[in-house]
């Protein structure tokens, strides 16, 4: 028996020892960094348009490299010498446009396969023959082989080869999932499905092995992690490398190495902007390499005596990582070249709140605290309490910008003069629904006699809030309960409404086990969705509950509801009650007190302040501060640039479509804007949500509206937790 | 020490007490070995509480060895973990070793059960 | 002569303990020299405030609860564990098979807490097995880690963790006790109560010392299992001092951490010294 057990023990230690070895042994492929001198130079294109979204990759058409476009039909290509784009007609290619053409996804000597209009794909050969394809539905990407064979893949992951000459197809290989990346280099696709990166040889019609370091570096860009579209393209180099643009950076990898190196470092360049989106690459025969963006065409050259070693580092620290934090970043890193913008997430993936402050205290300890801090979501009291923060008014020339700020937003935090942190952004709490029952809506525990009013009324299938998730009705909730919940101190009378109206929405709302939301939309969390809900309103039954963000976007739309065309009154109000003037600051910076480079920290903070980065914010970021921006903003109502029309469904009480009708989206009048500006001057209700807190009550929330436990204990259950975070 | 013979009680008492130990040793071994389906009963119940409670079935219906797989083939961080752990624990001992052979020794008579006392309450 | 080699004699153990007395010091003694710098200082910007951070400390209510937590956690499960292990040592040693039982006890050491903690949620959770049978029998369901009773499923994890080990250790001083004394006694006709209370007891004296300071130590383990079962803000009753250390250090509240941590090493050392005095006294 002891001789068994020592034996199956040895045999044990040596199954481990083993695994452990293999691991060790292959050697993981090397990310070459970037040097510290000589770096690529970035020169954006004369008269290249951001209208390149549609247009092909970039190909050779006798001699002339660029993009063709579908409208058009121009050829936009390179110069000789690389600075701007010149534009061709291609006489074939316009011969058979008949203005239907949506979008070309592939261009070549030997042909062009394009979408028309009527959803269809076609192609043109070479000899001016135009044929429809069949079998490419849902077709993502297509290119040429050098060679002239064409292959295109679908959302499904087949691939298929398509003949130019006829317009048939036949199915090469499949792979699994939507392709995040799909060219032909040499003999290879190279394409990138939710397995990971693979090599399809075109003439031997095998899969190839994939090089393990390139491998695992493609592996990481699938498309279940990315939020935008098209986010890696490969082009092929000049010395048997290919160039790999990604919103990390632009590699290059020499085929058959071990090393992939990093030319262009993604978080402070255009590749990693968020609000800008890559279309394609190309490297011309001088080893220029070029990129098409969606806002235009840039060049980049390599210098030698460029100076990437900054002059300076500045360290910026963000509980939560948000698109607005990374456009602003890279937009300063764009701007001030000789500054190293580091950028630290404190709740990367997986990370628990209470580890990313035990990290930040421990960084703070040991001397390398952060220069300048996002403060969003962290105990603010707390950090100007053991000095942390600087007091900005002190040095208020340095920061702040020529124009006027909205000082109730921006000052929100000020302490009898000693202001630690400022605001950049601002969103505001709204409701909607139909006028007259907005009339009778003051407070959370109102909206929530609707929704079971609605639930007992109609009942269809669909859902009244348009929730993301079922613990929405806490989470939104919050916005607009929070000071009357958290202010002063915890109110448990006051909870226990709270919890109970949750749960009456969220029993209401899912009842009739209806289905989720389909208003879904990766770059905006469920809190900041209001006016995709306010679009659902405009046709179904819904409750409109969220924040708005911005005025092109939101305010239009609220603004734009015409009584007549949808045949109902749906109304809007900013503000869950009549004389509630809340507002969410967003973007909270401070900077702190052992910050070793405050001069930059103070640049920082201008330049977020600044008029033109706040009138070009992106999508959702909330509301600009400067005063000036929001003139610009208010004034593009001048022109109908910004004004469409959309065809919308509404629907009637029984739940069946009653109408589809027209409606005219215009940006706001005169008249409204003075309305808007004169309510956000009068704001003077900060609603800041701690995460701390905001995790205690979201956890009790779910136990309630899961029905492990009643409103009363799930607010005894806050209080509890609250009173001991207090008495620490 | 001359044994006397212990009464069936004094097993019956050790037999029971010896299950109740076991229990929940038992449990954390043969957990790992159930199905996902299986563990989602047992489970489930915890994370989104529906009325139903946890199930506990000390033998699996069906047993598989996935759960295993994915942690042994599917988690590398697995290994360096493990490893890690291993050299903690082979250094704390190489440094213990040398103070537990001296303290055997007893060359510091009262100092010993002191300077026992001492480490012990710094690890 | 003799005497060099007396006296080398006599150090030849020195260099036996240079590795872990440099590791204590470096480790432990060095950086407890710097908390207690820090208690006399700010948390992050380190200007001297004296005696504040004390002041803040005992009038602070969490640390009053913890303390009163931690001390009644001692106070129970220590006799509690000494009690039922020594009564299952006893029993034990009159049995046969002892080494089978004795690894069947030992086997709640080798569980890993962050297993266990998934069991205890599993057994005593609210939506757990023995609510389960509770509600099936027709009670309304226990809240077992949610409310006061939290406290005694920490004492339960505890005990039933650390018993093998105890047991171990007072198996190791019963069957100690020589065998010729016993039944010198039994010849006389003691029966087993004195055999048990005159006899062995007293030579248990040592494995008692060690026990208590094992089990003591061990008591500030449970910390794991409490903060993995419910967080950072448990129920008040098992609210216990490293609950508040943790939260204070998550809130960088550093100076009123270094002040209670020397306050509690205090404390634990005064307490540690007069068992050794007691100790010392008996043993002469």
Not at chain 1, 175 to 186: K, M, V
Not at chain 1, 472 to 481: A, F, Q
């Amino acid at each position: 028996m002891k001789k068994i057990m020592k034996i199956t023990a040895f045999i044990a230690a040596l199954v481990m020892s083993a695994s452990a070895v293999s691991c060790s042994s292959s050697k993981p492929a090397e990310i070459k960094q970037l040097s510290a001198k000589g770096g690529y130079a970035e020169k954006k294109l004369e008269f290249a348009y951001g209208d390149l979204g549609p247009a092909s990759e970039f190909t050779d058409i006798g001699g002339k490299v660029g993009a063709v476009l579908p409208f058009t039909d121009e050829l936009c290509y390179i110069s000789k010498d690389g600075t701007r784009i010149f534009r061709d007609v291609l006489s074939d290619l316009d011969e058979v446009n008949n203005d239907d053409i949506a979008t070309i996804f592939a261009a070549s000597e030997y042909g062009y396969l394009y979408w028309k209009m009527n959803r269809n794909v076609w192609v043109l050969s070479s000899d001016g023959t135009e044929n429809q394809v069949s079998g490419l539905e849902n077709i993502m990407y297509a290119e040429f082989s050098e060679d002239g064979r064409l292959f295109a893949c679908n959302s499904n992951g087949d691939i298929l080869e398509v003949d130019i000459s006829t317009g048939d197809t036949k199915k090469v290989t499949g792979g699994n999932g939507i392709f995040s990346a799909f060219d032909i280099i040499g003999s290879n696709i190279i394409y990138i499905d939710d397995d990971g990166a693979h090599f399809y040889d075109i003439d031997s019609g095998r899969e190839t092995e994939v090089p393990a370091a390139l491998k695992d570096f493609l592996g990481s860009y699938r498309h279940e992690r990315l939020t935008s579209g098209i986010a890696v393209d490969i082009c092929r180099g000049n010395d048997d490398d290919i160039y790999i643009g990604c919103p990390d950076g632009l590699y290059r990898y020499v085929m058959g190495g071990n090393i992939i190196e990093q030319l262009i470092d993604g978080f402070v360049s255009r590749f990693g902007d968020p609000s800008d989106e890559m279309i394609s690459l190309y490297c011309g025969e001088d080893g220029t390499l070029y990129a098409a963006f969606v806002s235009g065409v840039y060049s980049y050259r390599f210098d030698p005596e460029l100076e990437t070693a900054a002059a300076s580092e500045l360290k910026v620290y963000t509980l939560e990582k948000n698109n607005t934090v990374s456009k602003l970043i890279s937009g300063f890193a764009s701007e001030n070249r000789g500054v190293k913008v580091d950028l630290q997430v404190g709740m990367k993936e997986g990370m628990t709140y209470s580890d990313a402050m035990k990290e930040l205290t421990t960084q703070i300890l040991s001397g390398n605290a952060p220069d300048l801090m996002i403060l969003d979501g962290l105990d603010i009291e707390n950090l100007i309490d053991k000095n942390m923060l600087i007091d900005l008014s002190e040095n208020s020339e340095k920061w702040l910008p020529e124009n006027d700020l909205l000082s109730n937003v921006v000052n929100w935090n000020d302490h009898d003069g000693k202001l630690c942190s400022v605001a950049c952004r601002f969103r505001l709490p709204a409701v909607g629904a139909e006028e007259d029952e907005l009339k009778k809506i003051s407070s959370y525990a109102d909206i929530a006699d609707l929704c079971e009013e609605y639930r007992e009324k109609y009942d269809p299938k669909e859902t009244f809030m348009g929730y993301y998730d079922v613990n929405d009705s806490v989470r939104i909730g919050l916005i607009y309960e929070w000071n009357r919940l958290f202010g002063s101190s915890p109110d448990k009378e006051a909870l226990t409404e709270f919890f109970d109206s949750c749960k009456r929405i969220h029993d209401a709302e899912y009842a009739g086990n209806a289905e989720g939301s389909t208003y879904w939309s990766p770059d905006v969390t469920s809190e900041n969705a209001f006016s995709a809900r306010f679009w659902g309103a405009l046709g179904y039954k819904i409750i409109a509950t969220g924040a708005v963000n911005d005025i092109s976007r939101d305010m239009s739309l609220l603004t734009s509801v015409d009584e007549s065309v949808l045949g109902k009154k749906l109304s809007y109000r900013l503000g869950i009650s009549e004389d509630s003037r809340s507002f969410l600051p967003v973007c909270n910076i401070g900077i702190t007190q052992s910050a070793k480079n405050a001069d930059d920290a103070y640049r920082f903070l201008a330049y977020a302040l600044k008029d033109k980065t706040q009138e070009n914010g992106n999508d959702y970021d909330g509301f600009p501060v400067n005063v000036k921006a929001l003139k610009k903003i208010y004034s593009r109502n001048v022109n109908d640039e910004y004004d469409y029309t959309t065809s919308l469904d509404v629907y009637g009480d029984d739940g069946k479509v009653k109408d589809t009708v027209e409606l005219d989206i215009r940006s706001m009048d005169n008249a409204e804007v003075k309305e808007f500006d004169d309510y956000i001057k009068s704001l003077d209700e900060p609603v800041y949500i701690e995460y701390a807190v905001r995790e205690i009550a979201e956890s009790a929330g779910e136990k309630c509206l899961s029905g492990t436990e009643t409103a009363e204990q799930a607010a005894e259950e806050t209080m509890k937790q609250l009173e001991l975070r207090m008495k620490e | 020490m001359r044994k006397k013979a212990a009464g069936l009680p004094l097993y019956i008492v050790m037999a029971v007490l010896c299950t109740a130990v076991l229990f929940p040793v038992i449990l954390a071994v043969i957990l790992p070995f159930q199905a996902h389906t299986e563990l989602k009963d047992t489970l489930s119940p915890l994370v989104n509480f529906t009325g139903k409670y946890a199930r506990i079935d000390l033998l699996p219906q069906y047993p598989s060895a996935e759960n295993f797989k994915e942690l042994l083939v599917y988690s590398p961080e697995f290994y360096r973990v493990f490893w890690n752990s291993l050299l903690m624990v082979g250094g704390a001992y190489s440094f213990s070793r040398p103070l537990w052979q001296c303290l055997r020794r007893g060359r510091l008579q009262g100092l010993n059960s002191r300077a026992g006392g001492f480490f012990s309450m710094s690890m | 002569m003799i005497n060099r080699y007396a006296i080398k004699r006599k150090y030849r153990y020195l260099p036996f303990l240079l590795p872990s007395v440099a590791g204590v010091a470096v480790f432990t003694f060095l950086p407890f020299v710097d908390s207690v710098r820090r208690s006399f200082c700010t948390a992050v910007t380190g200007d001297l405030v004296g005696v504040n951070n004390y002041k803040a400390v005992f009038v602070n209510e969490a640390f009053g609860l913890a303390v009163k937590n931690t001390a009644v956690f001692t106070a129970v499960c220590i006799p509690l564990l000494i009690g039922i292990s020594f009564f299952i040592a006893y029993g034990l040693s009159r049995v046969k098979h002892i080494r089978l039982i004795k690894s069947v006890l030992l086997f709640p050491m080798a569980v890993p807490t962050a297993a266990l903690v998934l069991i205890w949620q599993i057994l005593f959770g609210d939506a757990g097995w023995i609510n389960h049978i509770i509600t099936s029998h027709g009670h309304g369901a226990v809240s077992f880690l949610g409310s006061s009773k939290a406290f005694w499923v920490l004492v339960g994890s505890y005990i039933w963790k650390n018993l093998g080990y105890t047991v171990l250790l007072w198996l190791t001083g019963i069957m100690g006790v020589s065998t010729s004394v016993i039944d010198a006694a039994r010849v006389d006709g003691a029966n087993e109560r004195q055999v048990l209370f005159r006899i062995i007891l007293p030579e248990l004296k040592p494995a008692l010392y060690t026990i208590t300071i094992i089990s003591f130590l061990n008591s500030f383990k449970v910390f794991r299992e409490a903060y993995l079962v419910a967080g950072a803000y448990p129920h008040k009753s098992i609210y216990l001092l490293q609950h508040l250390f943790n939260n204070w250090f998550v809130n960088m509240d550093l100076d009123k951490m270094a002040a209670a941590a020397v306050v509690v090493f205090s404390v634990i050392f005064a307490a540690a010294v007069l068992l050794q005095r007691v100790w010392d006294r008996k043993e002469v």
